[in-house]
């Protein structure tokens, strides 16, 4: 059912990437999993990561530095794909759109719809999968966090999963794409030209909409190209001031989008995770 | 001089790339170097790793997890190539010779010896550069680490520059090249067949014919798959122990040859190196 590509002992942990076929993409996905050494003894929270444009599960997983904050804390860590793979699964040119920018929607439109079931696939089914297969996984004990248009999938999964997550985070998140052009374009593909349909998936509209987290902490970087036109972080401050949600937001001098980036905070967010998972 | 192939903020520090014209191999060469936040207002020691077959600077730069160990202790980071690359540089079949596999000698045997020059490289012409270009960068205060190939690399280069370096260590590294095929393979190539000369190049061999530092921290995976046939650990236990070389050397069990065994035990090193450092 589920196929192990490669396991490897990190930080004392096991650093798992794994494959299966997935019912909700209609493709084989790959992910990453790492389980601390903790989870050899007992049930671990289980954060999920879910990565920005062009990525896959191996970029955090090589790149975020997570593993000794996770072995410390006794967090497991799950790193998804961005989108569906393979043959028959619809593309387009540009790396903002199809394959690697699945933007973490169900795709209502052809010829996405066929495959580009990313919601489904995060909320439901690889949950329902890690947690089938790793019995030390306490899945009443979750966080989400996640880059970019990772970020706006861990923002928007956890405002329509109320108490599912006990911590939201995002680095450099899309926070309104209804109004930028990398969540114009996407949306308009997935979801059709109807944009009432994009408020189930724009953090700062489902805030607007009344949805409600207790808590949400944002790094951003200063020098992050995409911050004024893409990111606009100031759109979910206006929101949630607004709606009364507490938001930790901040913005790193200096810093860009890349992984330096997310390397040097991921370790701060996942011990501000791990205190609100008690 | 030397170009800036890219740069950017990681924790408080600055991870650049670098390219520059080496006089040494005759090709443009990139390395990547980290200046921990403390290269802002003084003078800081320097870190150099060698990296192991098939690598460049970026997969350490990647996957190493140094950056926060060495922000917090204040160490530069510094990440060569492992062999001249471009037009008109010899290769081979194989991913143990040639590109990415110059075993840190200069190549004495055609056609090898018109541009494998990696040992005048690392322990000359790069030194050199970053200490002109690099003022933060404390020259007296050096160590070096390697992996695999690349702790072949730091072990020679050690035992041959007495008193340069503070510290040395190396993951998994080859450490009898002339007893094991990566290193017979890669010697008679650039070395040619005359075995005498390949001492030199052989930590083992350098130890029994009187090189001396003062002490050596080896890691290395016992679930590593060339652990037998390539590495041969035993061989140093037995040439420092004869010499009186303290030798730390720690079977970790479970762990492999891969970034998620280095980046696990990467931070110690440098914490060891820091305390040799004074």
Known sequence: MVEVVSEARSHGGRQLVLRHDSRATGTPMTFSLFLPP?????????????????CTH????????????????GLAFLAPDTSPRGDGVADEEGWDIGLGAGFYVDATEAPWSAHYRMWSYVTEELPALVAAEYAALDMSA???????????????????HPGRFHAVSAFAPIVAPSEVPWGEKAF??????????????DAVALIEDGA?????????????PFLERELRPERIEAAAADAGIELILERRSGYDHSYFFISTFLAEHLRWMKSRLG
Chains 1, 2 share one sequence.
Do not use: F
């Not at 409600?212 to 992050?224: E, K, L, M, N, Q």
């Open 38 to 54: 903790q989870a050899e003894q007992g049930r671990v929270p289980l954060v999920t990561y879910l990565s920005g444009l062009t």
């Open 58 to 73: 191996a970029n955090v997983t090589d790149k975020g530095e997570y593993r000794a904050a996770c072995a410390e804390l």
């Open 142 to 160: 979750q966080a989400i966090t996640g880059h970019s248009m990772g970020g706006h999938g861990a923002l928007t999964v956890a405002l329509r």
């Open 188 to 201: 308009s593909r997935y979801l059709g030209p109807d944009r009432a349909a994009w408020r189930a998936h």
């Open 212 to 224: 409600r987290v207790p808590a949400i902490r944002i790094d951003i970087g200063a020098a992050d």
